[in-house]
């Protein structure tokens, strides 16, 4: 298998299914997702975040590697869950229905 990740976070390739290009994929994967599963990914990477900002800060945004964009995707993952396991205790926004928001375009990194 082909590592996503760089070497230096290997430990979190058992996360590389949250290394997703989008905001819409990682709100539908946290949505997927129970909450053992996302405190589980939170917990492993939270500790590990600060590391993984100042590795990605390290290349130029518009000229990453793939392993280093995989790791910012990462970062942007532990951020869509970060609610849900801090506050929420649940993956879906309370008292919210089934009321969604879909994002037509997305920055680039």
Sequence with gaps: MTAKLPTEFADLERFSDWCLATEAERYAKRLASSMAEMQAFYDAITPRAEEAIAYCDKFP???MPE???N?????????MVSFPVECWKQPRVPDSGAATLD????PVP
């Design 103 to 106: 994002c037509l375009s997305e």
């Design 71 to 79: 790791l910012m995707h990462l970062l942007y993952s532990t951020i």
């Design 61 to 63: 945004l518009d000229d």
């Design 67 to 69: 392993d280093v964009l």
